[in-house]
């Protein structure tokens, strides 16, 4: 079957007659919870769809909404995107989940990429990155830099991609520093900068002199930059304008290579439904430059973390590790399965802070 | 000189004709906008305005969408449209609205998997009463203490936010989720889905409350004793307490349909389009009703007109980002323009433009 009737038979599904016009390109949608220009997450996800558009030139055509609401307004936009003829569509955040699988439904024919999900369908794919252990090297550099051994932590929802990052950070922080303390304040919302800057501003009230940021704008940067002495991590994205200081590394998730990889498949016909879940070994997560605020010794002790995790030796989770309560979850030399951590609900032992209920 | 001059009564003539000479207004500012960032303006405005209604691609899908979209709008609107017209400002629509959809996905969340004929009416009773209880706190705090109601509704909004979360978080969560935030998707759940009442017209019971709501509203605007009180109070409350009106109680009934109506939008929107319980499942319509009351003038006709507009703005808006990577920022700056327009086009129709000089008698 070629795109022609595969887009025909979609609108006909719909019973839609005359839908999306024939044309010989690959149309690839991409659905953005932020604005592109939110210097983190949307961002990079917009710059993988840059790549797309540098590697395949004329071949493919690409096209991507913005600030789109988790829910309703997502299902409406995805649509509309499959109705213009779009032969791929990547939907780049969590709460875009059960809409994806609605609108993949109704076009059986479209596939559909999911970001961060759990749900998959023969037309869905899951695609996301072991941010958490970028997390790990941050982690130990905080532990490293604290003085007031507080470190400050502002998470979106409570979800378990944000709780691997807390305790994969506090894991590496408190093998470094005995001391140290994590203060977590929830945004309840992945974008948003004068919520992230309050809340950034709270946490340097209370203490805090490393903060750790898992919501998508520059604003906690700036907030540690108006306070002094505070240090940051660029978050999703380099955020490379807040270096030496405060932002000392950062988090980069590297989306392109896998962007043209399923651009690819879908070119070659030899797309199918698949789960993806990268590390900093394939590269899908990168650390930023470690400035030159972090001690050799330091940047020398993360970088060896880096290596480790990158060649697989060395996992983020390795036990002995025990829950918030105290009952044990790996024993020595054991290591986190995916399951658990994909489901992960639960503090590790240490932190003071609940889980939100 | 231009000089204005006050008109003794508004004008019929310029009360139509000015929104019209508002959008007309707004495609030629916002198509020199568009022109500005490099894009066709004119297939801009068209792809706004004509193509969510008549292009053959997407009309039959969005056409409906349009519906779904300005239901809610038009729902809430129609309820605060009666307390603004008579001076009782109740800006926390958003609130109630999140409260109402609590209230009535909590009903289905309790009894599920029960599968009874009875559940959905008793959902639209307890969205209502959700909404109406929480307009009563403000109401209340007014009628004993002499609180103001602005303040009061529009911080319950970040309560009704934070209940929200936590009932995301805890009670409602999904049991079978995963530990991930969120309540059972109803729209897997028959008895208490709010589905399309005609299969792929977008048409489901939050859009047919609202358009009974415009109605009852007109009939009691204009037929009730009422709707005369409610008048009276916002021309003259004076007169009105002269003539009978007893202010405490306006204050009651007032912040109680218009919650009692942002309540049932949101358990509406909750057991249909949105699905589920889940944090930032409120997404600004109880603040863009507002809007949508005084685009309306605060008629109910004019509501309903006015509810379609925002959403014929908001879907066309969306066609034209993705179609012609026009931003987002520039869509709502658009959206701006339309409501600048709007009122500032007002004046037409409440005053009198003289050219020239005022010439001495």
Known sequence: ?357 | MIRLEKRPQPSRIWTVATPVLAVALTMVAGGLMFAALGKDPVVAIRTIFWDPLFNEQFASYSRPQLLVKAGPLILIATGLSLGFRAGIWNIGAEGQYIMGALAGAGVALALYPLDAWFLFPLMVLAGALGGWAWAMIPAILKTRFRTNEILVSLLLVYVAEQVLAAMALGLMKNPEGGGFPGSRNLQHYPAAANTELIAGTGMHWGVAAAFIAVIAAYVMLTRHMLGFQIRLAGQSPRAARFAGVNPNALVLICLGLSGALAGLAGMFEVSGPAGRVNIGFNQGYGFTAIIVAFLGRLHPVGILLAGLLMALTYIGGELAQFMLGIPAAAIQAFQGMLLFFLLGVDVLSNYHIRLGRRRVA
């Open chain 1, 1 to 357: 079957m070629n795109r022609r009737t595969l887009l025909a038979s979609a609108a006909f599904a719909l019973g839609l007659a005359g839908a999306a016009a024939a044309q010989d390109k690959i149309k690839v949608g991409f659905v953005y919870v932020g604005p592109i220009g939110d210097g983190g997450w949307t961002y990079e996800h917009d710059k993988g769809r840059l790549a797309i558009e540098a590697q395949f030139g004329d071949a493919v055509e690409t096209v991507y909404q913005e600030s789109v609401p988790e829910g309703a307004d997502a299902e409406r936009v995805m649509t509309q995107m499959a109705l213009s003829g779009a032969d791929l569509i990547f939907a780049t955040s969590f709460g875009y989940m059960d809409p994806v699988i609605n609108v993949a439904q109704k076009f059986p024919n479209v596939k559909f990429e999911h970001a961060t999900g759990y749900k998959r369908a023969d037309n869905v794919s899951t695609y996301s990155a072991r941010f958490y252990e970028g997390r790990a090297v941050q982690g130990l550099i905080a532990g490293r830099m604290t003085e007031s051994n507080i470190i400050g932590y502002i998470g979106a929802y409570p979800i378990p991609e944000v709780i691997q990052g807390i305790n994969a950070a506090y894991i590496h922080a408190k093998q470094v520093n005995p001391d140290v303390q994590f203060k977590i304040v929830w945004a309840y919302t992945w974008f948003d900068p004068a919520k992230e800057a309050d809340a950034a501003t709270a946490l340097i009230e209370q203490g805090a002199d490393v903060i750790l940021q898992h919501t998508d704008s520059t604003a906690p940067q700036a907030a540690a930059e108006r306070a002094g002495n505070v240090y940051t991590f660029g978050q999703a994205s380099d955020m490379a304008e807040y270096a030496p200081k405060p932002r000392i590394s950062s988090i980069i998730d590297n989306w392109s290579p896998y962007y043209i990889d399923r651009v690819q498949a879908v070119i070659d016909g030899t797309w199918e439904s698949t789960d993806t879940w990268d590390g900093i070994g394939p590269g899908m997560v990168e650390i930023g430059e470690i400035s030159e605020a972090v001690p050799a010794e330091v940047k020398a002790e993360a970088e060896a973390l880096i290596a480790a995790l990158a060649s697989g030796e060395y996992h983020a989770f390795t036990g002995p590790l025990n829950r918030q309560d105290g009952t044990p979850w790996l024993a020595e030399g054991e290591v986190a399965d995916d399951a658990t951590l994909l489901g992960m609900n639960f503090y590790v032992e240490g932190l003071t802070a609940e889980v939100p209920k």
